[in-house]
Every structure is written in structure tokens, then in C-alpha cells.
């Protein structure tokens, strides 16, 4: 059976095919467009997914889309009512592109396509998440979370898992979003919703949460476990340009407009200190949501955590530290992209029958990197020169792009597109940084060690090892030299290497025995995307002041 | 004469966008970024072709678009900046529902139908011609917003800038079109051409048909929602949308789940 699933239309839109139950292709559309966060109908990424497995769209059993547009839009309408009349503008535009577009959704993915309508399937969103984080685990059985922004009506869902049976438990209702709420308050930072949410989290780690009160305020929780949104306070119910109402900025002070001076060092560190609030409430409501599921699935001592709100590094920390499950998963990409990838997975276990996939361990499943060298590529005699070249370079205390294999699939790289540089103290991320014009304090960085050293530097936590490898939880330094590239909450964004799942980049840490630790970001400039292929990351390289570029087998170096 | 007319009627249609200086600033923005996404895709057919000199006018031409991205891009950055406008409000007006970074609908043209990978839908020489006519056109439209922009010496300069960059495009598009005929694919070119000019045509007239909609549409939804769905719009805000946990919604069988709209 081979099935395509599809996510559009909410931050960024993807592609994923799976074929006799096993993930082929997954494509994102922002790499092929170089639009950030990419919306737009993934036309690209499929043909993309369609031309690496050799199938066209007539080959396709089903084309799943990864939400119900028809209960979606009954959300949509039922808010905009709601908020009467305040919603008076943003009525008229939603419903503009509701009426026009989204409703007829199954006409146009099947005329995007070529595929006939009557092969064009729904699922609801959270049980995409859901199959997205509990399908491609290794676990045989577990109690699902899912924490997104919205798809139907459901933003918070609680499952249990078993085989490739998935029950959902209970479900929080539109407009109590977390997600949402999140970002909701990045807008009111200055920062752009749906893209910076992870800049937030960063500017959480330099302050304090001494707003925690006022700003628990916004989210008051329930004593059942669940939470509501206080809906004085936002917009974002029924309003997508401006997601917070002047009345939140007389509960925990005034908005940031985008572009001041973030105040978040010295003696005013109220921007972080708000960030920091936010956080500590997001992960308050969260652990509340856990024991409530914990009630729900006695017995289960495995937890997949899914959903938007999963890429946030601090949140599974503190999940996995406090959340009282032994083992904690989190899937490669947990949030939109991997979402497309979820509902074709729900589509081949829950309604064709099919089996669950084997446990996806890497999310790079996209195209290769060219065959062919560009202009000025210099041969480094075997692949396995790469990770020595990259390690002799970082020792020289070069900026290095490396580049290799297949693209992979979310909005960070954590192995084929990366930017390397040493780390050798506190200006080391910003230097990194200003090689690729992204002098940025809250561009988030990662601290890559070896496997076999991270118990040195970092207290790396046994419950949730996927996610240490593929660096997806925020462990805190237990060395100077850790703590010297950590944030100033004492963690650090790590990424644990192991020779099994990246032997490349465990070589070229290994290389470096006197210096274990480097830093990891993805490979893009600024305001653009990662780099898709070897023109791609030479065009960058060009524009950028690194020392090189290492690609396949190959270096473009300025020396 | 008719040019004439055509240019006069350009102006007029065109001054509300640069008499309001959100409009200005969303438009050079959108500017910015079309230059680049041609500049990615001139790159890329640069790749493509098997003639080393086109390769190096394709290249050449790749990196002029990018420049003007990074010239429009500035120059909005300034703009806003004198003007007050916040930063990353650019968009705002025509972004869609759901929280989404996808680009807006372009509100004016400059080099509009660039798409990723052009070239290998076309083939060489239509993608030569597509070229050819859409920098003449964008000769033709820079030239007019160089004039509505006279009280603006800053932006004035920029579309000057430019414009000298887009005679040296039309005119090695040209030499190869011209190249090309005298090789005897005389109809092959001109079918090119008129196929380049037709799907401009067309796309103009969708956009121009989008936007008359568009806007017919929302006047006719924002009476609606003040006429017809009031009492309904009442009536819902005393009904406050349920909170805490709540049952999901039985699925359907495993056979009619996936058609389920």
C-alpha cells in the first residue's frame, strides 16, 4: 500500500510517503521554495516524494490530508460567532478564504495532484500527531500526549497506545490552546508567531520567572488537570494577525514592539523575565496534563510526547524529569511537518489495517545530495576524510558547513545540514553566528558531544534516549567547559552523538579528543531556508564568512 | 499613442499603492522578494543549459536579480524606519487564517512568474523567451513606478538602478532569440514568445479577476456578518464554547474513517 500524507496551511506544510509500511520519501516545501515556514499546498515536496520512490500520483493508494476541513472550519465559524463583534474583520477574511479555498479541499489536492477524489482521505489532526509520535517509536505500548496549537476543535489529546491500535482518552477543546497561547505571547515579545517560538524558549533560558503569577493568570489551570484560556486577553480565537488584546499588557505589562532592544541582560531583564514566566506556566499546565494522563492509562510507564509544543527543549526536560513515565519518546519531527507524515501513518494502521513502520530513528528522508561537484570543490580522497577534514578545521577554530547525505525533514537539521564551530567559551556562538549573517542572541544553538563523553559534561537523562541523540531535550552542563557555551540557565541545547546513528559527525567529535564538545546549528543564512543541495550550500558559503565548506567527499575552502 | 495610453492608465491604476506608505512598504518587500526567488531560479536553469555562454549571462543575470532583492529589501527597510512603520508588518494585511509564514499574494508585478525550477518544465529556449518578455515588461512597469515615485529620490534611485540592469536583460535574451531564428527555429521562437505573452496575459487577468473578487467577496461577507449571522453572532457569544477535558468524538469505522470530511 503506498500512501501520501500531506500538511498545509499552518506553519510549515510537508509531504511523506509510506509505501508497504515502511517511511520512503518526506519532503518539506520550504526547502524547494525557500520560503520560511513554508504554508502553501506542498505541491513540490510531493512530487519530490513521488520522483525518489519512482511512483507517480496514479500509483497512490490514498492521499491523506492531516486534518478534517469541513469540522475545522465548524471550529472556525462557531469562534468567529463567538467573539461577536469584535471579529467583524477578521470574519470577512476568513471566510473569504474558508468559502474560496479550504472548503473544497479534496478537489484541489486532487487536482494538485492528478490523483482521483474518491483516493483523497481526512484524518483529525491530533491522531496525526498522535500517530506521528507513538507509530515511529520503538515502544510496543504507551500513553500519548499531544500539545499543538489547533487542528479541528482538539489542541490537547490524551491517548493510549498498543500495537497499531490507538485510543484516543480525552481531548481539550478549541480555544484553550497551549500552543497557541505560546505563541500568542512571542507576538506580544516582538517576536513573529509561528516562527519564533523557539527564539522564545532561548530568551526564556537568560531570565527569571518572577511574572510567574501574573502570567499563570492568562492560563488559569483547573483542578482536574486541564486549563483555560482566559479569552479577555487574546485574540487569537478569532483573529490570526493579532493574537493578544491590548487588556493581557494590563496584566504582565506593556508589549515589546517588534524591533527594540530586547531588554533581557544588565539591569532590565524584563523581556526575559516574561519569557522565562511563560515558560515555567507552559510547563506547570503541562505536567498537570501528564498526571491527568497518567490517571487515565494506569499502568503505562512509556510516554510519547507529540504535537507543535514538543520541539520545545525545556518543556521535555522537565517532562521527562518530573512527569513520573520511565521512558519518554519523542519522534524525529513532532510537529507540522511530521504531522503529514502522522497522518499517513494513522491512515495505513487505523484504517487500511496495515502494520506500524519500523522505529523511525532519523528524519532524513528527502533528496541526496547531488551526484556532481560545483566550481571549486577540492577531492578529499574518501569519504571518510570528511569528519577528519571537519575536526582539523574546528581545532584551527574555523566556522564549518557541513553537508551530506539526504535532506531531512522539520525546520532543523541535526545531521546532514549543519554548521559546525568550535566551543571555546561564551563569544563562541556568537562568532559562529556572524559567519552566516545571523547575529542573532536567540538564534538557537546546539552543543554536540560523543556519546561515549557526555556523562562529563552534561547530566544526560537514561528515560529518553532518542531524544538526547537527536538532540530534542535541553540537559544541564556539569562542566566549566559545558557551562561556558550553555545558556545562562546552566543548559544547553545538546545533542548527543552516537557512532550508530551518525557516524560521520561521532568521528569528527571523536577526532577531538582535547576539545569533546562543538557547536551544531542548522546550515542556512538569514531570513532563508536550510540548504537543500550542493549549489545551494555553495551559493550560501559564498555569501557567508566561513572557512569552508565540506560536502560528501569533497571541501570549498578559502584557504 | 496606445502606449501612450497604456502608460497613462498604468499610472493611475498604480499611484494608490505608492501614495500609501504601508502599501509602498509591502510592495518593495514583495519586490525583494520575487528579485530573489528569480535569482534562485535563474541559478538554477544556469545549471541546466548545455551553452557555456548562456550559462555565463544566465549567472550574470542571477546575481543581478539577487542584488536588487538585497537594493529592495534595504530600501523598504529605510522606508519603514522614516515612516514609523513596525517592522514585520509587512504582510500582515494578506496573510491567511491560520497562523502561517506563506508569502502573500503580490498586490503589484515585477517579475511574477518565476517559479522554482522553470526551467525544467519548459526547456531552454521558451525559458529564454518567457525571460525576455518578462523583462520587458518589468522595464516597462519599473519605468512607470520610477515616475510615481518623483517626490521619493531614494526610491526613484532604486528603480533607476535597476533599470539599467534590466536593458542589459532584455537585450542578451534577445540576442539569443534572435540567435536562434537565424538557426531556422524562427516558429519555435515566435511560438515561445507568444505563449510567454499569452500566459502573462492571463495571469494579469486572474489577478486583476482575484482582486475584483476578492474585494466584492469581503464587502459582501463584512454586510453578512452585520445583517444575517447578528442574531446568530448574539446568540453565540452566550454560549460560551465548552472548556476542560471533554470525550472525544467516536470514530467512525476503520473503512469510512478516512473519507470523513
Known sequence: MRVLGLSAFHRDSAAALVADGEVVAAAQEERYTGVLVDSSFPRRAARACLDAAGLTAGELDAVVFYEKPLRKFERVLAAQLGAFPRSSRAFAKGMFLWLGDRLWLRTRIADELSVAPDRVAFVEHQRAHAAAAFFGSPLERAAVLTLDDAGEWATVALARAEGARLETLKEIGFPHSLGLWYSAFAQFLGLEPGLDEARLEVLAAHGTPRLRDEVAGTLPARPDGSFLVDERLFRFPYDAERLCDDRLGERVGAPRPPGDPLRMAGDDTRDADLAASVQAVLEDRVLALVARLRELAPGEDALCLGGELARNRALVARVVADGGFDRVFVPPVPGEPGAALGAALEYVTAVAGGPRPAPLVRAAWGESVDVRAEEGARSLGGADEAPREVARRLDRGQGVAWVRGALELGPE??????????????????????????????????????????????????????????????????????????????????????????????????????????????????????????????????????????????????? | MEEGIKTAWRRWRERGTWEDPQRKYRTLLSFSETEEDGGKDLVRAARRVADPELRTHLERHAADEIRHAAIFRERAASFAAEHGLAAGTGDSPDRPYDLSGARPGLELDAHGFFNAGLVDELGELEYVAMLHVAERKAAELFTTYRDLNADDPDTREVFESILRDEKYHVAYTGTFLDRWRREGRGPEVDKALGEAKDSRMWSAWKRLGMRSAAGFAHVVLFVLYWTLLLPFGLFARLRELPAGWQDPRPLPEPARRGGEY
Not at chain 1, 545571523?438 to 556519546?451: G, H, I, N, Y
Not at chain 1, 546549528?521 to 557567508?544: C, G, K, N, P, Y
Open chain 1, 413 to 559: 537539521s541535526c545531521s546532514t545540514r549543519l554548521l559546525l564551530g568550535p566551543a571555546d567559551g561564551p563569544g563562541a556562538r556568537a562568532g559562529l553566528l556572524e559567519r552566516v549573517q545571523r547575529a542573532d542572541p536567540l538564534a538557537p544553538v546546539r552543543v554536540a558531544v560523543s556519546a561515549e563523553r557526555a556523562a562529563e559534561h552534561f547530566a544526560v537523562p537514561a528515560a529518553c534516549p532518542e531524544a538526547v541523540r537527536r538532540g530534542q531535550v535541553a540537559l544541564a552542563a556539569r562542566s566549566d567547559a559545558a557551562r561556558a557555551v550553555s545558556l545562562p540557565d546552566g543548559r544547553a541545547w545538546a545533542q548527543v552523538v552516537d557512532a550508530e546513528l551518525d557516524p560521520g559527525l561521532h568521528a569528527a567529535l571523536a577526532a577531538r579528543a582535547d576539545a569533546p564538545l562543538a557547536l551544531v546549528t542548522d546550515f542556512h543564512l538569514r531570513s532563508q531556508a536550510i540548504v537543500r543541495s550542493e549549489a545551494d550550500a555553495v551559493e550560501a558559503f559564498q555569501r557567508s564568512a566561513l572557512d569552508a565548506l565540506v560536502v560528501e567527499d569533497r571541501v570549498y575552502a578559502r584557504d
